[in-house]
């Protein structure tokens, strides 16, 4: 039974708890609102270059507002700043349902509105990531993070269905008002937590930018953990060789694009339910490491091998070893970085973790016009498995980190405020 996901942060506390199950309703609702902005452009246009659009309106805020938004991170109630994004998400899905109900604005006032939610989810997304390490100590912090990454698993995995089929019947502005509805349990979860104080000393602005990332810089185990994502999603991100690899095995059938994402859910999904597995060691870098490996041989794999189900099966182990090292990942930083610093290395984190998969699509696309799509994927896996092992050699520090597995969680502060 050790080797299931441990509900024990569930149990033991109440705020937790709280928090967790708003982020997770609130999760499958965007899960909804990502769907019924692709098929609301889509719908209107057939242009797929219009439907790209929307990585550039999403990823340009989210990597210039979480830097900006490193700056005053931690010198500000991080628990009313979330609230405060939350509000300002409501407002943008509202315009949003709007906008799909009447029409007015058309293609360009959704691509105005992704951005603004973009931006809202910059600086208020790092700020909630400060919650769980708060709320939460030792094993149960690695339990409260593989928790929360089940149930963002678990949203991509049905919220797109469910989502297709809603806007089959009654059409895509209903999915709009479910993701404006679900906000509803987010607040719910963050007004539990108690109200936070600056944790930082110093002034806020570039000083506190230039600050979080010298420490990231210069805490080895965070270094690490960083350059280990990026091996993983800057050398062998293969989201763009999906369709590339399906036309040319598969005959480019949508039903069988589909399977590609659909099978790393599954192995994601698969991982947390088992994730026991990952959160109770005691050396979660090496969790980490091994993970990324994984992850890279099973990408490697997908692009060489020729029937169907195995290129499923491969996807399925990489999808797995992501959320494994998904979870490591985000146990080593949030137990290496001190509380005044957790506000702005978890802005770097959400940078790291939007800008790599970005640059690695980028670099999957242009390998693969000069050879093939199985080409480019198998040579990504390659490359990132030779990048996670010179990480590995030349990080010590990230190898030999270890949790204190009987660190006394922090006190149920809504019990005690």
């Known amino acids: 039974m050790r080797a299931l996901v441990d509900i024990g942060p569930l149990r033991s506390s109440s705020t937790f708890r709280r928090l967790w199950l708003g982020t997770t309703a609130s999760g499958l609702g965007g899960q909804f609102g990502s769907f019924a902005v692709i098929f609301y452009i889509w719908d209107r246009t057939h242009s797929a270059a219009l439907v790209g659009l929307v990585g550039v ?33 409501i407002a943008v899905t509202a315009g949003m349902t709007v906008v799909a109900f009447s029409g007015q604005g058309g293609v360009p006032a959704m691509l105005v509105l992704c951005a603004a939610q973009s931006g809202f989810a910059a600086v208020g997304g790092p700020a909630r990531q400060t919650f769980v390490p708060a709320l939460l100590a030792g094993e149960r912090l690695a339990a409260g993070l593989a928790l929360n990454h089940m149930s963002f698993q678990l949203a ?4 797109p269905a469910l989502a297709g089929a809603l806007t089959g019947v009654v059409g895509v ?22 109200a936070g104080v600056p944790s930082a000393a110093g002034r806020s602005g570039v000083p506190a930018v230039l600050a979080g990332i010298r420490y990231a810089v210069r805490t080895p185990a965070v270094r690490g953990a960083f350059l280990a994502d990026l091996a993983a999603t800057t050398l062998a991100m293969p989201t763009a060789l999906f369709p590339v690899v399906n036309q040319e095995r598969f005959g480019g059938r949508p039903e069988i694009l589909g399977l590609f994402t659909t099978a790393v859910a599954v192995g994601g999904v698969a991982a947390s339910v088992l994730s026991g597995l990952a959160t109770r060691r005691a050396r ?21 091998l020729p029937a169907l189900p195995l290129v499923l099966g491969a996807l399925a182990v990489a999808g797995a070893a992501d959320t494994w090292a998904v979870v490591s990942r985000g146990t080593v930083v949030q137990t290496a970085v001190p509380e005044a610093y957790r506000g702005r290395i978890s802005s770097l984190e959400h940078i790291v973790g939007v800008a790599g998969p970005q ?54 502060l809504a019990d005690s405020a």
């Open 57 to 89: 309106a999403s990823g340009v805020p989210l990597i210039v507002l979480a830097l900006a938004g490193s700056a005053f991170a931690d010198h500000v109630d991080r628990r009313l700043l979330a609230l405060r994004c939350t509000y300002g998400s």
């Open 284 to 304: 979660p870098g090496v969790v980490l490491l091994c993970c990324g490996s994984v992850w890279a041989a099973g990408l490697g794999a997908a692009g060489l």
């Open 173 to 194: 502005g209903w999915c709009f008002a479910i993701d404006l509805v679900t906000y509803a349990a987010a607040l719910i979860g963050l007004s539990g937590l108690p």
């Open 359 to 412: 640059a690695g699509n980028v670099r999957a696309g242009m390998v693969a016009a000069l050879s093939s799509g199985g080409a480019a994927m198998a040579v990504g896996g390659l490359t990132a498995l030779l990048g996670t092992a010179l990480i590995a050699v030349g990080t010590p520090a990230l190898r030999e980190f270890t949790v204190d597995a009987t660190a006394a969680p922090v006190r149920d």
């Open 156 to 159: 991509m995995l049905i919220g």
